[in-house]
């Protein structure tokens, strides 16, 4: 069964260095979305591509959060410089995003910690 | 605004018990679409269940069955038969009606399952 697939599982770092996330979707899925974990929470959407587009990244830390889809199929997120409140797990999903039942599959996620 | 709240943090079961699991939500959106997923341990996130606001019949899948009151804006699980394998944190989420629309997620509700 195909799957959504992140690297890396873990990544420590210490504050003011640069991290980058990779997501490899389920081939054929249009829509990417990054979501960020807190410990002890919900994801929350940080950005949204539709194909090499975004859709939404209204809830991206602009200033030092940027994302990326190139060629409309693998997806990096980085953030520069990474700050304590960082530390979260950040998860990609896919999906077709063709139907309003659309199931979103999600991949393991990257546990960030900053130090 | 989509809002989804769940006011269990914790919950535990017997195995071979019942369990519901509560989570209400707003949304001023006439159309969405209701979903429970799953999070095991240090495993990716899995859809369980999901709910067309636009239908009356509850939904159901195998063991996992839900409680949709429109009205109250409410959207319960219930596990019937409980096993080992259903410890996990479960994510009550709602999205707007569209295929490529971002989930908005609860705060989770950790599941213990008792032998």
Redesign the interface.
């Known amino acids: 069964e195909a799957e959504v697939a992140q690297s890396p599982r873990y990544k420590i770092t210490e504050k003011s260095q640069a991290v980058a996330f990779w997501c490899d979707p389920i081939s054929g899925h249009a829509t990417l979305y990054w979501y960020r974990q807190i410990l002890g929470q919900g994801p929350e959407l940080l950005v949204q591509f539709q194909d090499e587009s975004v859709v939404d990244d209204s809830q991206l830390p602009k200033d030092r959060f940027s994302a990326e889809r190139l060629k409309g199929v693998d997806s990096t997120l980085k953030i520069q410089p990474a700050e304590l409140g960082d530390s979260a797990m950040y998860l990609c999903a896919s999906g077709t995003g063709t139907l309003n039942t659309d199931t979103q599959y999600f991949g393991p996620g990257t546990r960030l910690t900053v130090l | 605004a989509q809002t989804?709240t769940q006011s269990q943090p914790e919950m535990s079961v017997q195995e071979a018990e019942t369990v519901t699991l509560s989570c209400t939500y707003d949304t001023s959106e006439s159309?969405y679409?209701l979903f429970w997923?799953k999070q095991p341990p240090?495993?990716?996130?899995?859809?369980v269940i999901?709910q067309?606001a636009y239908k009356q019949q509850n939904a159901t899948e195998n063991r996992f069955s839900v409680n949709f009151q429109k009205a109250a804006k409410s959207f319960s699980l219930k596990i019937s038969d409980s096993q080992l394998g259903d410890a996990a944190m479960y994510?009550c989420?709602s999205k707007k009606?569209?295929?490529?629309e971002?989930?908005v997620?609860?705060?989770?509700t950790k599941l213990t399952v008792n032998p």
């Open positions: 989804v159309d679409y997923y240090s495993r990716q996130m899995i859809l999901r067309e994510f989420a009606e569209g295929g490529s971002k989930l997620f609860g705060k989770g």
